[in-house]
């Protein structure tokens, strides 16, 4: 008697239906996109407190973003000017013109200068009184109270040699005075890299207190959900996936504020261009006092939106791991 073969039995149920991978990325981007839109509507069910939160981020990522727009303006309005090393020599006022040309023809001689230029009494008046609201009053004075200056141009621009040409050339019985013109420079450029140093600082600070205002606010929210938590997790929800909301709960939170944010260093740069524009005049230059470029701005909003996620994330991983079903 003949054995038939055994029929394979047909797959049942579950057995029947393969899930892709391209099925399953659409899945996971559908569900990311509906977890996102349900979290951006859950801000504008509480509009106030969700505009104070919003408020207060803005203000912190707002304050180191005008810092260094304003440090990087002072940065480019002063590299136009003129660094180079310069002494002035104010000669005593019993020193006669002839004197002081011959003195500065001795100096052509030194070693350690590139240029010298003098600077007698009478030119020095009449840039005095085409500088000056004074130059009526000059016309007053029996004689010229100015005295004769030598500008001279040190060849080395080491601050070591500059103090010892400084020192060598006050010594001149002649001078009164050598005036190191390059300290006001050196002194503008330490301020300002102390004003960028500052700005570091605070951005740090202002970044700790985003992080602590957004995981709190996420922490408050994750509170009042503890049940639909609990629930979720009876059901076999995973910590990531109740995790999944609170995140982008953070990330609308991070990018609203920095877009706020940037709106308000724009504005704030905006209502300041008018006197920084006439202070420049003042000195000649053609400066123009710029805002946020592109590139600042989208360091600021992915900085923000970052800063939101990332306290989103740590607030909802120590706080989730409390909320577990009894």
Do not use: C
């Not at 010298?116 to 609201?133: M, N, T, W």
């Amino acid at each position: 008697m003949a054995i038939k073969p055994q029929e394979k039995a047909s797959p049942r149920g579950a057995q029947k239906h393969h899930v892709g991978h391209l099925d399953k990325s659409r899945g996971w981007l559908r569900h990311h996109l509906e977890v996102a839109v349900q979290a951006f509507i859950r801000l504008t069910v509480t509009p106030v407190a969700t505009f104070m939160t919003l408020a207060v981020l803005a203000i912190a990522l707002a304050l180191p973003g005008f810092l260094f727009t304003v440090v990087n303006n002072v940065q480019q309005f002063s590299s136009g000017w003129d660094t180079n090393p310069r002494i002035m020599l104010y000669l005593d006022a019993s020193v006669s013109d002839a004197r002081a040309e011959q003195l500065s023809l001795q100096l052509m001689l030194h070693d350690g200068l590139s240029g010298v230029e003098l600077i007698d009494r009478e030119q020095g008046l009449r840039e005095f009184a085409s500088y000056s609201e004074f130059a009526g009053m000059l016309s007053l004075l029996d004689t010229n109270p100015l005295p004769a200056v030598i500008l001279v141009l040190p060849a080395d621009h080491q601050a070591s040699a500059l103090q010892q040409l400084q020192g060598e050339l006050e010594a001149i019985p002649e001078v009164s005075e050598a005036v190191l013109d390059l300290e006001w420079i050196q002194r503008l450029n330490a301020y300002l890299l102390m004003a960028e140093r500052f700005s570091w600082v605070l951005s740090g600070l202002l970044a700790l207190a985003v992080l602590l205002v957004v995981g709190n606010t996420i922490r408050m929210t994750l509170e009042s959900r503890r049940d639909e938590i609990v629930v979720a997790k009876l059901v076999g929800a995973t910590d990531a996936w109740v995790r999944r909301p609170f995140l982008y709960s953070g990330f609308w939170y991070g990018l609203i504020g920095s877009l706020f944010a940037y709106v308000l260093v724009q504005l704030s740069l905006y209502l300041i261009t008018g006197p920084a524009n006439q202070l420049a005049q003042l000195y000649s230059s053609s400066f123009m006092l710029q805002g946020l470029d592109l590139t600042s701005g989208l360091i600021l909003v992915s900085t923000g939106t970052g800063l939101g996620v990332l306290g989103g994330f740590l607030s909802t991983g120590r706080h989730l791991r409390e909320i577990e079903p009894s």
